[in-house]
């Protein structure tokens, strides 16, 4: 048997691998930045050991240089530089790394270092934007230089150069613009700044470059200024990774600095969140919760997403993958030296350890949510008050697959004590006879607190949740029960079992009442009916099917779909009004078809439901009272 290895046509894997990489041909410049802090690194981890090398680590840098009318974009290093050996291993051979070796050989002591690369392919990038590349270098410790040249299809040369110290030199010649693509803009002073502080503005060394700036002339007068332009070199990357520090070290201010330039925000994060984690994959995050959400946030045109970077160069500026839907709200940054540069938005969905990293992101987002309710309750409710609904839209997303996760987080407003609170708290507060978790749905805290069905459980001191948004009450229903105890709408479910028996058993007592009622309304209600939830009111309206609240919401929605709560109305027998109904009922039948229909108007209005005959309404009142 012999054994061969695979051969491959350089020039077509080449286009195959610059084309099927990366998604955006900017990247090409991160690529070489990354490369040159590499350089930079390996020769500044060299010095730590060898004193003949003389510098430390601030003489280190990484310099731009374009020439407009050449055509030519310079990115120089002094590092560690590279001899023929290298040049042929490195930049001669497609997914090479010298960056890989290098960590590989240090082994446990890679960490001291920031280096980038790993996968041998980022160089060959530069060919996306340039026709012709030129490389000069020399290695620290040796004299001779070297210049190797390509235009990426023909192969490549060597020859000797020559350099003043260790370095490199990679000299972009860039493309002619086309009709499709504006290559000159690689060109432009303010185009190549802003990339660097896009992509590589952690970068650690500084990244240099003369620019253009304005002065007044002098001798111009205050009166009548003159300006002139002028050069002066000028360091483009920020370089401080806050991330990369530890909480203790940073100021709040700092922090809140950050966000805003960062995220565009007016205001102080609401939550800072720090993340540092080691092991199967390593990484730290920095997350913000803001302190109000965007104009946008509950419309689609709002991009969730965190920023995701590799050893401080930028991959991705929204990653979506990084956290769930429900915690979109979060903004922040997540740096990994475990992911890669060259990776593609498809592939990243698909990462293993994005996902590692996600899930952890998820219970941190969570815990610390919690922790900020227990101390600060002010700063939680306006968390709350902010991205509460993102967080129940979650919860009854995906068939309540979350459900677990978030209803922890979730707050209602409560009847006993008149501000927001949690499940956990309404049970731990509940007495032990208690079977349900009772809620009330409608507009406000007020309206709801005005429903005659709220009354009785208000006066046994009973608690009840609030609902006031829409989605409440399909958290209800998608959580069905809390520790046990079934969630119950106190507008519309029996209230204590039994209670419909009870209330069956009262309705046999005034048959002929109720038969003439429901008789007088006809097909206005599905059904007439002793209440057991009343107490100083004569009526009201249940829902059957589903609630008031929701069939308000899918008519605001969807106004043709046409669906409707079954009507129940029910009557409070002990009430004085129920006595005239009972009297007019044998007495005066006339009369008492016009109090049937009174009642089950004002029971449609206390609903919040309209009337269906307002005018026939104020004349029914407007006649009684004659
Ligand atoms: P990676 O950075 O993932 O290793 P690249 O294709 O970007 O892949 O670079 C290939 C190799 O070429 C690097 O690992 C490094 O050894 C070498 N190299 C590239 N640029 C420089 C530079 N400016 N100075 C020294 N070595 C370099
Ligand atoms: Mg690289």
Redesign the pocket.
Known sequence: MEKKEFKAESKRLLDLMIHSIYTHKEIFLR??I???S??CD?LCYRALTDSAVGMERKDFQIRLAIDADKRLLT?S?N????NRD?LE???GM?????????KQELGDDAKDTDV??????????AFMVSDHIT?I?RKYGEDAAWKWESDGSEGYTIEEASRDAA??D?ILHIKPDTDEENYGEFLQSWKVQSLVRKYSDYIRFPIRMEVSKTRKKEGSTDENPEYETYQEEDTLNSMVPLWQRSKSEVTEDEYGKFYRDKFHDYGEPLRVITVSVEGAVTYKALLFVPSAAPYDFYTKDYQAGLQLYSSGVLIMDKCADLLPEYFRFVRGVVDSPDL???ISRELLQHDRQLKVIGANLEKKVKSDLLKLREEDREKYETFWKQFGRQIKYGLVSDYGAHKETLQDLLMFYSSTEKKPVTLAEYADRMPGEQKYVYYAAGETPEKVDRLPQTELLKDRGTEILYFTEEVDEFCAQTLRAYREKEFRSVLDQELEEGDSEKAKETAEAHKATFDFVKEALGDKVKEVKASARLKSHPVCLTAEGLSFEMEKYFHAVQPDIGVQAGRVLELNVEHPVFASLEKAVSDDPEKAKKYASLLYSQALLIAGLPLDDPSGYTDLVCGLMK
């Open positions: 690529e070489l990354s490369n040159a590499d350089a390996k990115v290093d590092g560690i530089g590279m290298d291993d490195n930049l497609i997914a090479s790394s010298g960056s890989f070796r290098f980038i690369g790993q996968f041998g392919v980022g160089f060959y990038s490389v270098t370095g490199t990679i890669s540069l060259n």
